[in-house]
């Protein structure tokens, strides 16, 4: 039971222009969201979070957008930056708990 | 400053055999995780400590698995009877899990692979 799904294995921005990763999940018990990017042979490194009572959260370049109503969460990355090509995992954890659930990855590449 | 460090980076291994991997979390982190990541998969939770209470173990897939945390920091998991399957990375983390939000800071990982 895939509970954080993210259905794009990969997407292919050009330099500049606006990423959007999308990321869907089941279980309305979740209320707390994060991101996490990841490069070749490392771990995993912590973007950006949302709390279930907000519907936007914003760093920098980054923005993170969350719909309770239709269990959705993205992640807008803008201008994109050849940097930025990486794998973005969603990961969502519910009240109380503290293990993280994540989805499978999108594979970001941005094009110069 | 030291982030977590996990080792072996790489481990090959013979089916049937037993495996275990380091984890060293950040210093002053009470919170440690064991997440795997299969091939083309996302990061799979496998047992969580917290301090002296009783792990989580909710997320180990069976019996032959088992982890535990020295002193309150370094961590080792144990994979016995090893199996074609078991073949990923596997990632620790730590945090400070002062309350919620808290973020989990994550080692390389150990690439497992089982012949």
């Known amino acids: 039971d895939q509970q954080v799904k993210q259905n794009s294995p990969s997407l292919s921005v050009q330099e500049g222009r606006i990423s959007i990763l999308n990321c869907d999940y089941t279980n309305s018990m979740f209320d707390y969201f994060l991101w996490y990017k990841k490069y070749p042979a490392e771990g995993p490194t912590f973007l950006i979070s949302i709390s279930s009572i907000k519907d936007k959260n914003e760093d920098g370049r980054f923005t993170v957008f969350l719909n309770k109503s239709a269990k959705h969460l993205s992640l807008h990355i803008v201008p994109s930056q050849p940097g930025d090509s990486a794998v973005y995992f969603c990961a969502a954890r519910t009240q109380g708990a503290q293990k993280l659930v994540f989805g499978q990855g999108t594979r970001l590449t941005i094009n110069p | 400053g030291a982030g977590v460090s996990q080792s072996p980076s790489n481990k090959v291994t013979e089916k049937g055999k037993d495996v275990e991997l380091r984890c060293d979390p950040i210093s002053g982190h009470t919170a440690l995780y064991w997440y795997r990541q299969s091939l083309g998969q996302g990061l799979e939770f496998l047992i969580y400590?917290?301090?002296?209470?009783?792990?989580?173990k909710s997320g180990l897939p069976s019996d032959r698995f088992s982890a535990e945390r020295t002193g309150g920091s370094v961590s080792t998991l144990t994979i016995q009877r090893t199996q074609q399957e078991d073949s990923a990375v596997y990632l620790c983390a730590s945090s400070e899990n002062r309350g919620r939000g808290e973020t989990q800071y994550f080692g390389p990982g150990t690439r497992l692979l089982v012949l």
């Open positions: 400590f917290q301090g002296n209470s009783a792990p989580d």
